[in-house]
């Protein structure tokens, strides 16, 4: 069980209602509005949320709340039943999320309420209290609310609110914290362990005997697009091989994507980087970058037989040394325990996926089960 705490509200009141989702024109001026007095990441930015909206099927509810007239959190929901034990369905509502797999393969991080920084704690209270009191969201009941993809910091200070709470996933994640790196005027690759950063110099000098290493940003979205559907073909080529479908499998990843591209590159929040020996591709970096933070989000890699060629070592390091040398703050690998995360990151934010449950007599039944399932498994 998540232990979580309850932060105190302001003591004036917050209303919340759930209403049904506007028109993406009259959505998008309300949401940017917020965004700019809240402490948003990437994934909760109308760059993120607007291709998502465009790339539905099925519209979400709109959760909203106001303080002296005034909106101070947003959020979108989708109520969907889940069956679990082959038997029993429960209706679960999602936070920026859908509950279809084939969608939400697209992976959101960081999610949050998006809510005004001065009214965080309160309106993330107002707007949980009440889902969890009404059970009800665009007429449709559920059981449970789920909250992907989150950090730990924020399900502490989302609260349990007196709800069973449990926790469905988590990840721990690195990071290269490229403020305090500039400020202590080390190069990059004398931060990383002895074994690590004489990998990266070995390839680094294989490579460049074949010709000279180089890093190119696409120039415009058609640019970025070629570069997307080249990082593809490789990630296909990896995952496939391991027997795994891979994410650009899914007709909606590729679409969500395309629209993200599209928009996000002009206003250069989204980055497709080409990492080229003379003129061969060795890798391919999709990255996002807002608010001083770079989001690592895919790669595209290119395997030589020789596996003292590492492309994505390389790849990493020679974008991460451009966005020191530009006054990026973070280079952000996210969720994973990927050992190239590891080695070239330091620990970052452990993000988590909890569900809190309404009352329920069933899922109360459930629980006892499950614990002597778990209980089981350690002592088997």
């Keep these: ?11 004036a009141a917050i209303g919340v209602t759930i209403e049904p989702l506007p028109e993406l024109a009259g959505l998008q001026p309300l949401w940017c509005a917020l965004e700019t007095r809240a402490e948003a990441s990437f994934f909760l930015s109308w760059h993120w949320i607007g291709p998502w909206l465009a790339t539905l099927t099925r519209p979400p509810a709109l959760l909203v709340a106001r303080h002296a007239g005034q909106v ?5 929901l989708r109520v969907r039943t889940l069956l679990r034990h082959r038997f029993l369905p429960v209706r ?30 309160a309106v993330r209270r107002a707007a949980l209290e009440h889902l969890l009191r009404e059970g009800v969201v ?91 559907a080249a990082a593809g073909e490789l990630h296909q080529a990896r995952w496939t091989a391991r027997g795994r479908p891979g994410a650009f499998a899914f007709p909606f990843y590729v679409a969500f ?10 206003a250069g929040v989204v980055e497709l980087a080409r990492i080229r020996v003379g003129a061969t591709p060795i890798g391919y970096l999709y990255n996002f970058c807002y608010r001083g933070r770079v989001y690592h989000y895919l790669s595209g890699l290119h395997y030589e037989p020789d596996n ?26 996210m969720a994973g325990d990927q ?16 569900v809190l449950q309404r009352p329920n007599l069933w899922l109360a039944a459930e629980r006892p089960l499950r614990r002597l399932k778990q209980a089981l498994a350690r002592s088997g």
């Design 308 to 333: 003292r060629l590492k492309p994505g070592l390389v790849s990493h390091v020679l974008c991460i040394e451009r966005h020191l040398a530009e006054g990026m703050q973070v280079y952000d690998f």
């Design 92 to 121: 679960t509502l999602f936070l920026q999320q859908t509950g279809e797999p084939d969608q939400d393969v697209v992976t959101i991080e960081y999610n949050d309420i998006l809510a005004d920084a001065a009214l965080a704690d």
């Design 257 to 266: 994507h395309r629209r993200l591209i599209a928009a996000g590159q002009p």
């Design 1 to 11: 069980m998540l232990k979580l705490s309850i932060p105190n509200p302001p003591p």
């Design 72 to 76: 101070v959190g947003l959020a979108l």
């Design 138 to 228: 665009a007429g449709q009941r559920f059981d449970e609310l789920v909250l992907g993809g989150i950090t730990t910091a924020t399900a502490a200070k989302l609260g349990a609110l007196g709800r069973p709470t449990r926790e469905l996933a988590a990840a721990g994640s690195a990071q290269v914290d490229l403020a305090a790196l500039r400020q202590s005027g080390q190069g990059y690759l004398a931060t990383l362990r002895p074994n690590c950063r004489a990998q990266i110099r070995r390839s680094l000098a294989l490579y460049r005997r074949a010709g000279p290493l180089s890093l190119e940003r696409a120039r415009d979205p058609a640019e970025a697009l070629d570069f997307f």
């Design 339 to 354: 050992r190239y995360k590891t080695s070239l990151g330091q620990p970052g934010p452990r993000l988590v996926s909890i």
